[in-house]
Structures are given as C-alpha cells and as structure tokens.
C-alpha cells in the first residue's frame, strides 16, 4: 500500500512544574512509524511550534523502551527528524491520507489549542481520511470541531490515556486536567479496556484510537486496515 501519513508530536518539555520534564513517548512514534513503514506509507512528522522536540525521560527506561525506541535513539538520520519537524502551517493537508496524533503527557499542553493541528485534523477528516490518536494524543481532539461547528469528536465512540492509569502511574497532581473527563464532556463515546496498561483500540468510521502506549501497534495496524477499506470502496 503506498500514501502518507503525517505523525504529531510535541514541542512541550516539562509539566507545569519544570522540575518534573516530559516530552514525547517515544514508543508511540517508532511502533506505529515501523508499522506504516512495512506497509510501503511515506511518513511525515509535525509538532504545533515546528522545530525540535523533547523526549520524555520516563519512556527512554527499562521497561518502557524497547528495540524499536532503541533503534531511534541510536540512529542519527532518525533522530534528526526529531529534531526538524514541520509546523502545521507548512503542511498541506490534502497531501495525507492519514493523521496519527502521538501521547506522552507533554501533549495536554500544546495540543488541544493549536489551531493549525485542528485545521489538519478537519480537513483531513472531511475528506474522507483517518484521524487516529495514541494514549494522550486524543488532547489534539478535544477542542477540533468540523467544517458545521460540530466537535469532531462528539457521538462518537474512542479512547485515550484513562484517568484510573494517570492515578497508577502517579502522575494525577501533576497534570493539567483530566483528559478522559474533558472527552466525555465533549460527547465522546469513551471506553477503556477492563485492564490498565493493556493494548486496546477503538475504531469508529475513520476516527481511530488507541489507549495507551502499549496500543501504538494496535493503533496504527488498525489504521492502515480503514485506509484498505476505503481504497477498495473508491
């Protein structure tokens, strides 16, 4: 299958409290990155400011990373994608089939209100292609309405990083809000699977969702699966 998919990552380094850094999950871009790679996609990174993006420290230990993470991290021609994302305004669009809005908690702060991702988000949706997120990537969908004034993601069923898992992985004083209270207040449909920090993914239509950092394969398979739907219905 060949297309393209534009991946979102962060610019946001610390929470509010700058003696506690975080940054992207690193993992949430390589496993889904290395999916869409076997399936033959282009890929292109976005970040709300442009420019380079932190990492968060947590996902770069034991037992968060992993090979694929590992790989990255060790590579310098990846790295420096990191290093050189494209701002929103840069980005056309109609050139993507897909949109993945990747987590790490740095996301809660420069995602929801970036007007640029919300205008990639919309008009990649309208046209007929995938809005898909990872664990708190759904923050870049809280606040993006369509074309009718409607919120994109409102009626319709997702799921994202839960509130129970921010408790267990001790971080609920430090975040901004509680996204899984923000999305259900929004109208979304939100479940979580039974278990926390297991794979679980939610497809509806062309919106595509995963949990935590451990559904970023889940997520993005599921992707590349609607896309094949949709191809072969045109």
Not at 207 to 225: E, I, W
Request: a negative charge.
């Amino acid at each position: 299958m060949t297309g393209r998919i534009l991946h979102v990552v962060t610019n946001v380094g610390h929470y509010d409290d700058p003696e506690h850094p975080t940054g992207l999950w690193l993992s949430e871009l390589t496993h889904a990155w290395e999916v869409f790679a076997e399936h033959g996609f282009e890929q292109t990174i976005v970040s709300p400011a442009g420019g380079p993006v932190p990492l968060e420290p947590r996902a770069l230990k034991f037992p968060n990373i992993d090979r694929t993470a590992k790989r990255w991290l060790g590579g310098l021609e990846r790295m420096a994608l990191l290093e050189r994302t494209a701002s929103p305004d840069e980005i056309d669009a109609s050139e993507f089939d897909a949109v993945y809005f990747t987590g790490g908690h740095a996301v809660m702060y420069d995602f929801p209100d970036s007007a640029g991702l919300q205008r990639i988000a919309r008009e990649i949706f309208e046209s007929g292609g995938v809005v898909s997120s990872v664990c708190h990537g759904y923050c870049g969908l809280l606040n993006t309405r369509l074309s009718d004034g409607s919120l994109l993601i409102s009626g319709r069923c997702m799921t994202g990083f839960s509130w129970r898992e921010e408790k267990l992985a001790r971080v609920d004083r430090l975040v901004p809000y509680d996204a899984e209270a923000e999305a259900k207040r929004r109208g979304a449909r939100y479940t979580r699977a039974a278990l926390p920090f297991v794979p679980f993914t939610v497809s509806d239509g062309n919106l595509v969702t995963g949990q935590n950092p451990g559904s970023a394969k889940a997520t993005a398979r599921a992707v590349v699966a609607r896309l094949a739907q949709i191809r072969s219905a045109q």
